[in-house]
């Protein structure tokens, strides 16, 4: 079982960055995925990094503004968050699967995070 540990969220002003860490043992093996769930709203797919190639994709509403990254020597990913807005505010979860990350959205990944809080306000 692939035990994913987040970390780096908090609450910030609009405008700021932030830094999200993922990290497994073996996390080197996985697609890495982040999701977030704002309340009272389902859960979105924000980010991905695939495992060999290092291809990313983003959701149109984080593009420009966030950037996963991986180190496959640490087993951790990453996820750069700049210029947040109050929208931005969920929680934000890791997964990781050696499914293809274009499917995620009908087949979610096997491996999930406890999930780090991000609120983004004034």
């Known amino acids: 079982q692939l035990q994913l540990v987040e970390s780096g969220g908090g609450l910030v002003q609009p405008g700021s960055s932030l830094r999200l860490s993922c990290t497994a043992s073996?996390?080197?093996?996985?697609?890495v995925g982040w999701f977030r769930q704002a309340p009272g709203k389902e859960r979105e797919g924000v980010a991905w990094i695939a495992r060999m190639s290092g291809r990313t994709d983003y959701a149109d509403s984080v593009k420009g503004r966030f950037t996963i990254s991986r180190d496959n020597a640490k087993n951790t990913v990453y996820l750069q968050m700049d210029s947040l807005k109050p929208e931005d505010t969920a929680i934000y979860y890791c997964a990781a699967d050696d499914t293809i990350p274009m499917e995620w959205g009908s087949q979610p990944p096997l491996h999930w995070g406890q999930g780090t809080d991000i609120f983004v306000s004034s």
């Open positions: 073996g996390l080197n093996l996985y697609n």
